[in-house]
């Protein structure tokens, strides 16, 4: 049975920080390029960072320069560390395990994490 269980949301003030973590299971951790997506109130979900099995990251354009993706395969751990966070960064984020096989895909979810940026 595959988890992924994200960890570390809350209520932060603009210019704050958070991290987010994700602890997964039941994957080979080390094989899949995880990722993080959120989804704000109204909006479709987007992905907000990726890392690849061998540690290439992708990030949107809102967030670069702000938050970085890490990951610990002996911890089977992915991490979002977010800083300079602003009123729009407020969603619900999302862990995403993929893998690519010859004929189809592997993808699993997280339940989500709330992120408030608010004063």
């Known amino acids: 049975q595959v988890q992924l269980v994200e960890s570390g949301g809350g209520l932060v003030q603009p210019g704050g920080s958070l991290r987010l973590s994700c602890a997964a299971s039941g994957i080979t951790f080390r094989l899949y390029t995880m990722g993080w997506y959120r989804q704000a109130p109204g909006k479709q979900r987007e992905l907000v960072a990726a890392i690849t099995s061998g540690g290439i990251t992708n990030y949107a354009d809102s967030v670069k320069g702000r938050f970085s993706i890490s990951r610990d395969n002996d911890k089977n751990t992915v991490f979002l560390q977010m800083n300079s966070l602003r009123p729009e960064d407020t969603a619900v984020y999302y862990c995403?395990?993929?893998?690519?096989?010859?004929?189809?895909?592997?993808?699993?979810w997280g339940q989500g994490t709330q992120v408030t940026v608010s004063s």
């Open positions: 995403n395990a993929e893998k690519l096989l010859v004929q189809r895909k592997l993808d699993y």
